[in-house]
């Protein structure tokens, strides 16, 4: 069964303080990776979408990457405005469309 | 641009009640998708449509039901009504399989419907 785990649960940062999340997953052929960003009450706001090992993606402040088990996202001097829950998901070659999300980080960037 | 459209955004129930959420996806996009979260929790795939059939399900209650029809909108049901049922319900859609890379699918999501059984 497809399953992700995300770490850390919470992350507090200071404005300008780089990190990272990770994302570990487990998939019968990966058909497709996706890191979605959360704001309270809302639903996710899709961020990448990364298809195989070794795959990067930018989006400003953030930035992606693939492995065969894990996904990182980086977050590069982060802002106020960064502040969210960031979910990992993937979608497996062995189902036809369910999208499985993981836990979700809680990013608290503070001024 | 034209976003994924759920109806109603809040609903507020007793226990054993029937309650039903609505959702208009994306023009063009045939694939719905429901998902349930709980407070402090991540989305829990319910099921999914393609082209007014059931595509995939998850771990959608028995009490649950879902369609979706000729033009691609799709209701959620749900009865019997539990406390625990008390989440917010998110509707999804994506694009066509043409457009799709590699067949993944990006969601798109709505605002969500927040179901509170009392």
């Known amino acids: 069964e497809d399953q992700v785990t995300q770490s850390p649960e919470a992350l507090r940062l200071q404005e300008g303080e780089s990190s990272s999340l990770n994302c570990s997953y487990t998939?019968?052929?990966?058909?497709?990776l996706f890191w979605y960003r959360q704001d309270p009450g809302k639903g996710p706001e899709f961020l990448f979408t990364?298809?195989?090992a070794g795959e990067e993606k930018e989006k400003e402040r953030l930035k992606a990457t693939l492995t065969k088990k894990e996904s990182f996202l980086h977050i590069t001097a982060p802002k106020p405005e960064d502040s969210a829950t960031y979910l990992c998901?993937?979608?497996?070659?062995?189902?036809?469309?369910?999208?499985?999300f993981g836990p979700g980080t809680s990013l608290s960037v503070i001024p | 641009a034209a976003g994924v459209i759920q109806s109603p955004r809040h609903l507020i129930k007793e226990k054993r009640e029937t309650a039903t959420l609505k959702c208009y996806p994306i023009p063009r996009h045939d694939t719905v998708y429901w998902y349930q979260q709980g407070p402090g929790q991540d989305p829990q795939f319910l099921i999914s449509?393609?082209?007014?059939?059931?595509?995939d399900k998850g771990s959608i209650p028995d009490r649950f039901s879902a369609q979706q029809f000729s033009d691609y909108h799709s209701e959620l049901n749900m009865s019997s009504l539990e406390l625990g049922d008390s989440a917010l319900y998110f509707c999804?859609?994506?694009?066509?399989?043409?457009?799709?890379?590699?067949?993944?699918?990006?969601?798109?999501f709505g605002a969500g419907s927040r179901l509170t059984v009392l």
């Open positions: 998939v019968s052929g990966l058909r497709g």
């Open positions: 449509f393609y082209e007014k059939m059931q595509s």
């Open positions: 990364l298809y195989s």
């Open positions: 999804a859609s994506s694009p066509p399989w043409t457009s799709r890379n590699s067949g993944a699918n990006v969601l798109t």
């Open positions: 998901a993937v979608q497996g070659k062995t189902s036809y469309d369910k999208v499985i």
